[in-house]
């Protein structure tokens, strides 16, 4: 499985690249910055404020980078990162499809001493695979999107976690 994990992340990569060689593609002129909170989706048990940054390829095409940090406590205390990629197909309604990589450490709860014990022994390692719906306007504003988000657990070597994720946000206008 593992094996087959790195060929889908090499093949996903390399059609990037290959859209990133089109001459369509103006960085510069076509990102959209949006910041916006998860529930669940990438960030498993948890919540997540994520950065997004998009950049349009073609007239309905996109391709979004993410880093999303989370943390929250109930009776285990998690915190981390997640990083992520996506396409993005449409121009306001968008099919969102995506991978990436979660961080996770888990703070377990010390009864003696009442408090969460922090450090970096107990690391949850994830890769969601994101199949989803956005709403988000060209000229900035809210948006939201949800998704099927199943995720392949890496300590266990396989799909752990089957669930979705829903997120609101804010997209920034772009500068003239």
Request: glycine residues 8%; proline residues 3%.
């Amino acid at each position: 499985m593992k094996k087959k994990l790195s060929i889908i992340v090499f093949i996903f990569l390399n059609i990037i690249y290959c859209v990133a060689q089109t001459e369509t593609i103006q960085f510069p002129k076509n990102k959209q910055h949006s910041l916006f909170l998860e529930y669940w989706g990438s960030a498993l048990y948890t919540y997540n404020i994520t950065y997004d940054c998009s950049f349009k390829t073609a007239e309905k095409h996109k391709i979004a980078l993410s880093m999303g940090v989370h943390y929250t406590f109930a009776h285990v205390g998690y915190y981390g990162i997640s990083p992520q990629i996506n396409y993005l197909y449409g121009q306001k309604n968008h099919l969102e499809l995506g991978i990436g990589y979660s961080f996770q450490y888990e703070t377990p709860w010390d009864h003696n001493k009442g408090e969460f014990i922090f450090g970096f022994d107990n690391l949850l390692r994830y890769v969601p695979i994101r199949i989803g719906y956005r709403l988000q306007k060209e000229q900035g504003g809210f948006f939201w999107k949800i998704a099927y988000v199943p995720s392949y657990r890496v300590e266990e070597k396989r799909i752990s976690f089957i669930w979705g994720g829903v997120a609101f946000g804010y997209t920034f206008k772009k500068k003239k």
